[in-house]
């Protein structure tokens, strides 16, 4: 990967990191939440989304942990927001082919700024803390959808 490339990676996963989109949770009841934590490295997170005809409508979040974890919360959340389960899960399964180098990965598939945890497969430490938002949806979406 170029340096630039690298660059404007890193300036992805800052803004999100400063300015994090959908973040805070919200008190009402029809939102599923899930709380995950990643002891390795400290990150604690919790998800919650609001499901219409399985589809989700909205997501948001609220946690503490290392700028890779808070940001890709972020990211997340404006990925998924809008998708259907199916979706969901395929996006989801993509990513982590991504981060874990697997030949699976489909390049095609719009990954919005996800695509910009491509460099974290280099550092399999911190793979955990980039998929800890997604992981804490699919256990949502296990627990309570079927
Ligand atoms: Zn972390």
Same mark, same amino acid.
């Given at each position: 990967m170029?340096?630039?490339?690298? +660059?404007?990676?890193?300036?992805?996963?800052m803004? /999100?990191?400063?300015?994090?989109?959908? &973040?805070?949770?919200?008190?009402?009841? +029809?939102?599923?939440?899930?709380?995950?934590?990643?002891?390795?490295?400290?990150d604690?997170?919790?998800?919650?989304?609001?499901?219409?005809?399985?589809?989700?409508?909205?997501?948001? /979040?609220?946690?503490?942990?290392?700028?890779?974890?808070?940001?890709?919360?972020?990211?997340?959340?404006?990925?998924?927001?809008? &998708?259907?389960?199916?979706?969901?899960? &395929?996006?989801?399964? +993509?990513?982590?082919?991504?981060?874990?180098?697997?030949?699976?990965?489909?390049?095609?598939?719009?990954?919005?700024?996800?695509?910009?945890y491509?460099?974290v &497969?280099?550092?399999?430490?911190?793979?955990?803390?980039?998929?800890l938002?997604y992981?804490?949806?699919?256990?949502?979406?296990?627990?309570?959808?079927?």
């Amino acid at each position: 990967m170029s340096s630039n490339l690298e +660059n404007l990676y890193r300036q992805v996963i800052m803004d /999100h990191y400063k300015n994090p989109r959908n &973040k805070g949770l919200v008190t009402d009841t +029809n939102y599923l939440t899930s709380r995950l934590n990643n002891p390795s490295c400290g990150d604690d997170l919790t998800v919650q989304v609001l499901i219409e005809n399985d589809m989700i409508i909205d997501v948001k /979040h609220e946690g503490t942990g290392c700028s890779i974890c808070c940001s890709s919360a972020s990211v997340m959340s404006e990925n998924l927001k809008g &998708k259907t389960l199916e979706e969901v899960r &395929k996006i989801s399964q +993509n990513f982590y082919d991504m981060l874990m180098g697997s030949e699976e990965f489909n390049e095609d598939m719009d990954m919005g700024d996800a695509i910009a945890y491509v460099g974290v &497969k280099n550092f399999p430490a911190r793979i955990k803390c980039a998929t800890l938002s997604y992981k804490a949806i699919e256990k949502l979406l296990n627990e309570n959808t079927k």
